[in-house]
């Protein structure tokens, strides 16, 4: 279509527009230069007529609405497109790892997001992994390093948050593999780490899945990767002194034939079509790495105090220069046909050298640039100097915290300077003189020329109060909207600190009057996923009722989208919003959200409502969690048990999902029974009937459930206890499981009393168990009042060889922590005098002395336990709510350990319900706490 200049007749223009045949708009030839000319239309007259007409035409052309927010958590992955003009910036996961991450492409034109895709299964890179977000040549196709150990294929401009093609062929670690996207876009070189002498493969990356690596004969059909099997030349074996060739870093040619990579202090260049290495040479590791120029004619590195400039289709060195002690960053830039390289050596760097830039053009030296830039971390995407797009600029986050735009022709010269957001780790320079400032969570986007910010974000913040379309029973309506009707993204988005807001994709928007100004400054309609367009131009409202806004709707709130009188007919906002939204909206008719109530909540949570608790949370858990629930309703059985309530210990046994762990808890509840005295009660738990303890035995869990049937009978006085402890004394494997083997039949043995028996075998060889096992032993000796036997697990000296002979059972500090937090100094000095004073011992003491005083009758918490518990509530509150499973765990275990279990009961409650690890876990943690003073499993 044809754009004229607007500024002189805004009319006209319009005029223009209308007479515009828009069925033949294409947005990638059409919308830039019409949003240009908009651009400076506006600069002259402000919004007109002719912007809100062109915004109706942008709207039927599919138009959705983008807010910039939903990333659950920090960015750990960036990537500038080859033509400079979009961004994509990858989170990893926060608490829910199928949730995943979130990948977002910005464009920088406008400094908008103008596409999302959410629910990247495990999120996008990893902490301390740099290159996890890689474009191809044409910008139509990113891979991401993601889910852990997997490198996928996506369209960055399409909707389907599926890869295009994945693929997993490492040996399995836990940690993204190094790749490199080839230029086509179409496959992988991927590091694997196995296999063959170059540890590396080329992945199909088209379409489908690859799992395999084709071995030596041959694919059986499914797809598999290509690995470099060509073998190393002796020379390089040598060199390596027998190892493979690892290549983590690598990157591919333009023309696809090569790839050149680094690792371990050698770089190299490997033919893809054959595997073969065509040169390989010492280089630099670290921050003296190799960097390769733009036009992979060089590559730089430091070594052995130089700055050497290789030959990248060679290998050879062309260039040594003076070694830059310190140096962070190699720079490659390109002015013209001179190829030119900035080295940074940051402030507070290793070497004590004063920081500076330098800068080298074909290899001679130019000027320093008496600049401070931070040092940034080597194991990020972020880069202190970025090079403009002509090599005549550059763009310099500085150790101040500033960006500076420099002019670096025959005399460098400060064009401007721009401030940084705060916790900026990166600066990038694109396109059309725009300039990025990245950070894990912010992104600023200025222009070169005049220092005009155009955009500003912080992510992961959370405002106080109820998120808009949030009920009072925990239901989201949001998530229910992205869920259910395809949405990319949560619509609800943090406006600023103070300010929630909700932008559905088809326009619909709910934000407090007073903050509707701010919306432009966060929402744009985006076109094919690429082309972003101001809601300014459409007119946005000063009242809800405002006439002249054009594709925009927006209540003041979530009650006000559902029935506040907006406009002029009275008629209710869900009426206005339409279907489906007024079906999602319908509950908020006439709610009012539920104030805060004050926190924390009274302290009347007893030790029964935790026990409930405990046993209401593994109801909904599926079988894979059996043996962990198993486990704990058996602990928390024998619990009850020692506290004198059996009653309590039946709804729990009875709820042991497996049945040799139920026969085996009910044996021991009897024995704990019977050995206080009461043996009456213990037969309601175990009648000596053995054929249901044989029909549970199996070659794996005899050792287990023999010594607690042997308990109960010897506890009860039964003489059939011996021949079911040695039967559980001959089942204790001497490989697989000695120890926890071990562990079950002597506690068994001196919990019934058989207490010479029990004291022996822990004393037999086979090895230490784990503090796994043996911190629970610690505090069972403790607990049950044998600290005799506790004693003699503790190596001491011997008098008499005048050696050590050292047990090693409680060497750690985990020992440490319970002699402290059980009030026993007398037991930590007698261990200091094995183990010294490490561990913070004096500390330690201190706190088991303060415990041995403690009065039990004192009111907890304390004034100052109730401030930290409080303080630390006010932080998690101000937590991402996709990062708060973890702080509201150990702030429970915090609330619990200072003995305030309501507390400790309203955070638990919060947790994950379909995960042992959630609520299931922490609830046992509690109750073991608030019943022993100790977060271990009782015995």
Same mark, same amino acid.
């Given at each position: 279509?044809?754009?004229?200049?607007?500024?002189?007749?805004?009319?006209?223009?319009?005029?223009?527009?209308?007479?515009?045949?828009?069925?033949?708009?294409?947005?990638?030839?059409?919308?830039?230069?019409?949003?240009?000319?908009?651009?400076?239309?506006?600069?002259?007259?402000?919004?007109?007529?002719?912007?809100?007409?062109?915004?109706?035409?942008?709207?039927?052309?599919?138009?959705?609405l983008r807010h910039p927010d939903g990333h659950p958590a920090?960015?750990?992955?960036?990537?500038?497109?080859?033509?400079?003009?979009?961004?994509?910036?990858?989170?990893?996961?926060?608490?829910?790892?199928?949730?995943?991450?979130?990948?977002?492409?910005?464009?920088?034109?406008?400094?908008?997001?103008?596409?999302?895709?959410?629910?990247?299964?495990?999120?996008? #890179?990893?902490?301390?992994?740099? &290159?996890?977000?890689? /474009? !191809?040549? %044409? *910008?139509? @196709? $990113?891979?991401?390093?993601?889910?852990?150990?997997?490198?996928?294929?996506?369209?960055?401009?399409?909707?389907?948050?599926?890869?295009?093609?994945?693929?997993?062929?490492?040996?399995?670690?836990?940690?993204?593999?190094?790749?490199?996207?080839?230029?086509?876009?179409?496959?992988?070189?991927?590091?694997?780490?196995?296999?063959?002498?170059?540890?590396?493969?080329?992945?199909?990356?088209?379409?489908?899945?690859?799992?395999?690596?084709?071995?030596?004969d041959g694919g059986d059909g499914e797809r598999v990767a290509?690995?470099?099997?060509?073998?190393?030349?002796?020379?390089?074996?040598?060199?390596?002194? #027998?190892?493979?060739?690892?290549? &983590?870093?690598?990157? /591919? !040619?333009? %023309? *696809?034939? @090569? $790839?050149?990579?680094?690792?371990?202090?050698?770089?190299?260049?490997?033919?893809?079509?054959?595997?073969?290495?065509?040169?390989?040479?010492?280089?630099?590791?670290?921050?003296?790495?190799?960097?390769?120029?733009?036009?992979?004619?060089?590559?730089?590195?430091?070594?052995?105090?130089?700055?050497?400039?290789?030959?990248?289709?060679?290998?050879?060195?062309?260039?040594?220069?003076?070694?830059?002690?310190?140096?962070?960053?190699?720079?490659?830039?390109?002015?013209?046909?001179?190829?030119?390289?900035?080295?940074?050596?940051?402030?507070?760097?290793?070497?004590?050298?004063?920081?500076?830039?330098?800068?080298?053009?074909?290899?001679?030296?130019?000027?320093?640039?008496?600049?401070?830039?931070?040092? $940034?971390?080597?194991?990020?995407?972020?880069?202190?100097?970025?090079?403009?797009?002509?090599?005549?600029?550059?763009?310099?986050?500085?150790?101040?915290?500033?960006?500076?735009?420099?002019?670096?022709?025959?005399?460098?010269?400060?064009?401007?300077?721009?401030?940084?957001?705060?916790?900026?780790?990166?600066?990038?320079?694109?396109?059309?003189?725009?300039?990025?400032?990245?950070?894990?969570?912010?992104?600023?986007?200025?222009?070169?020329?005049?220092?005009?910010?155009?955009?500003?974000?912080?992510?992961?913040?959370?405002?106080?109060?109820?998120?808009?379309?949030?009920?009072?029973?925990?239901?989201?309506?949001?998530?229910?909207?992205?869920?259910?009707?395809?949405?990319?993204?949560?619509?609800?988005?943090?406006?600023?600190?103070?300010?929630?807001?909700?932008?559905?994709?088809?326009?619909?928007?709910?934000?407090?009057?007073?903050?509707?100004?701010?919306?432009?400054?966060?929402?744009?309609?985006?076109?094919?996923?690429?082309?972003?367009?101001?809601?300014?131009?459409?007119?946005?409202?000063?009242?809800?009722?405002?006439?002249?806004?054009?594709?925009?709707?927006?209540?003041?709130?979530?009650?006000?989208?559902?029935?506040?009188?907006?406009?002029?007919?009275?008629?209710?906002?869900?009426?206005?919003?339409?279907?489906?939204?007024?079906?999602?909206?319908?509950?908020?008719?006439?709610?009012?959200?539920?104030?805060?109530?004050?926190?924390?909540?009274?302290?009347?949570?007893?030790?029964?409502?935790?026990?409930?608790?405990?046993?209401?949370?593994?109801?909904?858990?599926?079988?894979?969690?059996?043996?962990?629930?198993?486990?704990?309703?058996?602990?928390?059985?024998?619990?009850?048990?020692?506290?004198?309530?059996?009653?309590?210990?039946?709804?729990?046994?009875?709820?042991?999902?497996?049945?040799?762990?139920?026969?085996?808890?009910?044996?021991?509840?009897?024995?704990?029974?019977?050995?206080?005295?009461?043996?009456?009660?213990?037969?309601?738990?175990?009648?000596?009937?053995?054929?249901?303890?044989?029909?549970?035995?199996?070659?794996?869990?005899?050792?287990?459930?023999?010594?607690?049937?042997?308990?109960?009978?010897a506890a009860m006085g039964d003489p059939r206890a011996e021949?079911?402890?040695?039967?559980?004394?001959?089942?204790?494997?001497?490989?697989?499981?000695?120890?926890?083997?071990?562990?079950?039949?002597?506690?068994?043995?001196?919990?019934?009393?058989?207490?010479?028996?029990?004291?022996?075998?822990?004393?037999?060889?086979?090895?230490?168990?784990?503090?796994?096992?043996?911190?629970?032993?610690?505090?069972?000796?403790?607990?049950?009042?044998?600290?005799?036997?506790?004693?003699?697990?503790?190596?001491?000296?011997?008098?008499?060889?005048?050696?050590?002979?050292?047990?090693?059972?409680?060497?750690?500090?985990?020992?440490?922590?319970?002699?402290?937090?059980?009030?026993?100094?007398?037991?930590?000095?007698?261990?200091?005098?094995?183990?010294?004073?490490?561990?913070?011992?004096?500390?330690?003491?201190?706190?088991?002395?303060?415990?041995?005083?403690?009065?039990?009758?004192?009111?907890?918490?304390?004034?100052?336990?109730?401030?930290?518990?409080?303080?630390?509530?006010?932080?998690?509150?101000?937590?991402?709510?996709?990062?708060?499973?973890?702080?509201?765990?150990?702030?429970?275990?915090?609330?619990?350990?200072?003995?305030?279990?309501?507390?400790?009961?309203?955070?638990?409650?919060?947790?994950?319900?379909?995960?042992?690890?959630?609520?299931?876990?922490?609830?046992?943690?509690?109750?073991?706490?608030?019943?022993?003073?100790?977060?271990?499993?009782?015995?």
């Open positions: 279509m044809a754009i004229t200049n607007p500024s002189a007749d805004p009319g006209a223009f319009l005029t223009t527009l209308r007479a515009t045949d828009w069925a033949a708009f294409e947005p990638a030839r059409d919308l830039p230069p019409l949003r240009a000319a908009l651009a400076r239309l506006e600069q002259t007259h402000g919004i007109t007529e002719a912007h809100r007409f062109a915004t109706e035409r942008v709207k039927e052309l599919g138009a959705v920090q960015i750990y992955g960036h990537a500038l497109s080859p033509c400079g003009r979009y961004l994509a910036i990858g989170s990893w996961c926060g608490d829910d790892y199928d949730r995943g991450g979130v990948l977002q492409v910005w464009e920088l034109a406008g400094a908008r997001c103008v596409n999302v895709l959410g629910q990247i299964m495990g999120g996008v #890179g990893w902490p301390g992994y740099t &290159r996890t977000v890689q /474009w !191809s040549a %044409d *910008g139509e @196709r $990113l891979a991401l390093a993601y889910n852990t150990n997997g490198v996928g294929a996506w369209d960055p401009f399409g909707a389907d948050s599926e890869p295009c093609a994945e693929a997993y062929v490492t040996d399995g670690g836990s940690r993204p593999p190094g790749f490199a996207f080839a230029p086509d876009g179409m496959r992988a070189y991927i590091a694997t780490g196995t296999s063959y002498e170059v540890m590396g493969c080329v992945a199909p990356l088209d379409e489908g899945e690859v799992y395999e690596i084709e071995d030596e290509s690995p470099l099997t060509a073998p190393l030349p002796e020379a390089v074996k040598a060199l390596l002194g #027998g190892d493979d060739l690892f290549v &983590r870093e690598a990157r /591919w !040619s333009r %023309d *696809g034939r @090569r $790839l050149y990579g680094h690792a371990r202090g050698w770089a190299c260049a490997v033919d893809v079509a054959d595997g073969r290495v065509l040169w390989f040479t010492q280089a630099g590791v670290g921050r003296d790495a190799p960097a390769w120029s733009r036009d992979e004619k060089y590559f730089a590195h430091q070594l052995h105090g130089q700055l050497l400039v290789g030959d990248a289709m060679t290998g050879w060195t062309v260039a040594t220069l003076p070694g830059h002690p310190g140096a962070s960053e190699l720079a490659w830039g390109a002015y013209g046909a001179v190829t030119r390289l900035a080295v940074v050596v940051p402030e507070g760097n290793d070497a004590n050298a004063r920081p500076q830039v330098t800068v080298y053009d074909q290899g001679r030296h130019r000027y320093d640039l008496d600049l401070a830039l931070p040092q $940034l971390d080597p194991d990020a995407d972020g880069v202190a100097w970025a090079w403009s797009p002509d090599g005549l600029h550059a763009a310099a986050l500085t150790a101040r915290g500033q960006v500076e735009v420099w002019n670096l022709g025959d005399v460098p010269s400060l064009i401007g300077t721009v401030e940084a957001p705060a916790d900026a780790d990166g600066v990038l320079w694109g396109a059309d003189g725009v300039i990025v400032v990245v950070g894990p969570a912010v992104l600023r986007f200025f222009q070169a020329a005049t220092g005009r910010v155009t955009g500003d974000f912080v992510f992961l913040r959370t405002p106080p109060g109820p998120r808009p379309l949030e009920l009072d029973d925990g239901v989201d309506v949001g998530e229910e909207v992205r869920d259910e009707e395809g949405a990319s993204i949560d619509p609800t988005f943090a406006l600023d600190d103070e300010t929630w807001a909700v932008a559905f994709e088809t326009g619909q928007v709910i934000a407090p009057p007073g903050r509707v100004h701010a919306l432009d400054g966060a929402l744009a309609w985006t076109v094919e996923r690429r082309f972003g367009w101001p809601v300014r131009w459409g007119g946005l409202p000063a009242a809800p009722d405002a006439a002249g806004a054009v594709g925009l709707e927006i209540a003041p709130d979530a009650a006000g989208a559902v029935g506040l009188e907006i406009a002029p007919d009275a008629a209710t906002a869900a009426d206005r919003f339409g279907p489906p939204l007024n079906e999602y909206l319908a509950p908020f008719r006439d709610h009012t959200p539920t104030a805060d109530e004050p926190w924390p909540p009274p302290n009347t949570t007893t030790l029964d409502d935790l026990f409930q608790t405990a046993l209401d949370s593994v109801a909904p858990l599926h079988n894979g969690w059996d043996h962990h629930v198993s486990q704990s309703l058996r602990h928390a059985a024998r619990l009850r048990a020692r506290l004198g309530r059996p009653d309590g210990a039946r709804p729990l046994l009875d709820a042991i999902p497996s049945p040799d762990e139920q026969v085996r808890g009910r044996a021991e509840v009897a024995m704990i029974l019977a050995a206080a005295g009461r043996r009456q009660d213990a037969r309601t738990f175990f009648d000596g009937e053995e054929a249901q303890v044989e029909e549970v035995l199996d070659e794996y869990n005899v050792a287990f459930v023999a010594s607690s049937v042997a308990g109960a009978y021949a079911w402890f040695e039967r559980a004394r001959a089942a204790i494997e001497p490989e697989t499981n000695p120890g926890e083997h071990r562990l079950a039949v002597a506690w068994a043995m001196i919990e019934c009393r058989w207490e010479q028996e029990g004291r022996a075998l822990l004393r037999e060889g086979g090895g230490v168990p784990s503090s796994f096992y043996t911190v629970p032993l610690l505090a069972y000796l403790i607990l049950t009042r044998r600290d005799h036997i506790a004693r003699e697990l503790i190596p001491l000296r011997d008098a008499a060889a005048e050696e050590w002979q050292p047990q090693g059972w409680f060497d750690g500090w985990e020992a440490v922590e319970v002699f402290a937090r059980l009030g026993r100094p007398d037991l930590l000095r007698e261990w200091a005098q094995v183990y010294g004073d490490g561990y913070a011992y004096e500390d330690h003491l201190a706190q088991a002395e303060a415990n041995a005083r403690r009065d039990p009758a004192r009111a907890r918490p304390n004034e100052g336990e109730l401030a930290a518990l409080t303080d630390a509530y006010a932080t998690l509150r101000k937590t991402p709510r996709t990062q708060r499973e973890h702080p509201t765990e150990l702030l429970a275990v915090q609330a619990a350990e200072c003995g305030h279990l309501g507390a400790a009961l309203s955070l638990i409650e919060r947790l994950p319900r379909d995960d042992f690890n959630g609520r299931a876990s922490n609830a046992f943690r509690a109750l073991w706490i608030a019943a022993t003073g100790l977060d271990v499993e009782p015995w």
